[in-house]
């Protein structure tokens, strides 16, 4: 098994900047990746990675988050930059498989993290 712990989150106004992180302990994964949910909406992808070969970012947050993982202490980043108010919810960390599994799709990933509360405030 794996177990996966999210920190980093917090408030923080519109534009500014917030640095997740997600430690994994058990099991190693080559792949993994951001999730966030809103209340009231569905767990969307926010990004994933797989051991910093190849990453994926929803299109929402292109050019102003950054995914990075450090595979020596296996923990992986969240790098939030320019934050806007529809940034906020709760962050999930993932791990999983890379092969076979739909990284843009929740259902698909199997092992998460309890999650970290982003609010970002206009």
């Known amino acids: 098994p794996v177990h996966l712990v999210e920190s980093g989150g917090g408030s923080v106004q519109a534009g500014g900047s917030l640095r997740l992180s997600c430690q994994s302990s058990?099991?190693?994964?080559?792949?993994m990746g951001w999730f966030r949910q809103a209340p009231g909406k569905e767990r969307e992808a926010v990004a994933s990675?797989?051991?910093?070969?190849?990453?994926r970012y929803a299109d929402a947050v292109k050019g102003r988050f950054t995914i990075s993982k450090d595979n020596r202490e296996n923990r992986l980043y969240l790098q939030m930059n320019n934050l806007k108010p529809e940034d906020s919810g709760m962050y999930y960390c993932?791990?999983?498989?890379?092969?076979?599994?739909?990284?843009?799709?929740?259902?698909?990933?199997?092992?998460w993290g309890q999650g970290t509360q982003v609010t970002v405030s206009s």
């Open positions: 990675a797989d051991s910093n070969v190849s990453t």
């Open positions: 058990g099991t190693r994964y080559r792949c």
């Open positions: 993932a791990a999983d498989i890379c092969t076979g599994i739909d990284w843009t799709r929740s259902g698909s990933v199997r092992n």
